[in-house]
């Protein structure tokens, strides 16, 4: 079954203790990407992926890394978590090339609170 | 730098009413639309997409919508809803252009609550 899978699902932090969040697709996309959703804000990106190694800022990467050392992971790294990181995230796959079918796969999110 | 504007922040409606929901977007170029619906808790599935050809869209669960080029939008339609379309509905927006990285941009969203 073709999927995108985040973990963990729930994560209850504190400020300053670094985490990651694991995000892996089974559906060999090049592209990939981390979003963060808030209230009345909606889904913004935070780092995007073309390929394996190729990594890119999106509109809201302050605070935030990852890397891409495998094509099917993609990992949002929080050096040092505040509380204003406090959000719900989600990572997302899609293969570009694949015209009508480019479209992106969400996975089931992360509900991250930083105390 | 494209965007995209959803106006109803929050719809409430009856069961058996139609639902019709704004979505406008800017870019300069040849667009692809989409619209994803988030169920409470869940993450986002992919209701219905424009690519190319007809602009009238038929997606899943009896929604549709409808690209106006002279008027960049891209309004979603369901003629009667029903309680278990309660949800939170996103319009998104990709650049078509070949070559480089096109960005999905999503706008704020709209809660629809359907009442029984």
């Known amino acids: 079954e073709a999927q995108v899978t985040q973990n963990p699902r729930y994560l209850i932090t504190v400020t300053g203790k670094k985490l990651t969040v694991t995000c892996s697709q089974n559906?060999?996309?090049?592209?990939m990407s981390w979003y963060r959703q808030d209230p009345g804000l909606g889904l913004r990106q935070i780092y995007y992926?073309?390929?394996?190694?190729?990594?890119d800022k999106g509109d809201v990467p302050e605070g935030y890394k990852v890397s891409r050392k495998e094509k099917r992971n993609f990992p949002l790294i929080l050096e040092s978590p505040s509380p204003n990181q406090t959000s719900l995230y989600f990572c997302?796959?899609?293969?570009?090339?694949?015209?009508?079918?480019?479209?992106?796969?969400f996975g089931p999110g992360t509900r991250l609170t930083v105390l | 730098a494209q965007s995209v504007s959803q106006h109803n922040h929050h719809v409430i409606l009856s069961e058996a009413a139609s639902l019709e929901l704004g979505c406008n977007y800017s870019?300069?170029?040849?667009?692809?639309l989409f619209w994803y619906v988030q169920y409470p808790g869940q993450h986002l599935q992919l209701l219905l997409k424009?690519?190319?050809?007809?602009?009238l869209v038929k997606g899943i669960k009896g929604f549709e919508a409808e690209f106006i080029k002279s008027k960049f939008s891209f309004n979603l339609r369901k003629p009667s809803v029903q309680w278990s379309d309660t949800a939170e509905y996103f319009c998104?927006?990709?650049?078509?252009?070949?070559?480089?990285?096109?960005?999905?941009?999503f706008g704020t969203g709209t809660k629809l609550q359907v009442i029984p």
């Open positions: 559906m060999n996309h090049e592209y």
């Open positions: 997302a796959s899609r293969s570009p090339n694949s015209g009508r079918r480019d479209t992106q796969y």
């Open positions: 992926s073309m390929n394996v190694e190729v990594t």
């Open positions: 870019y300069g170029g040849t667009v692809n």
């Open positions: 424009y690519f190319s050809g007809d602009p």
């Open positions: 998104a927006v990709k650049g078509s252009a070949s070559g480089g990285y096109q960005k999905v941009t």
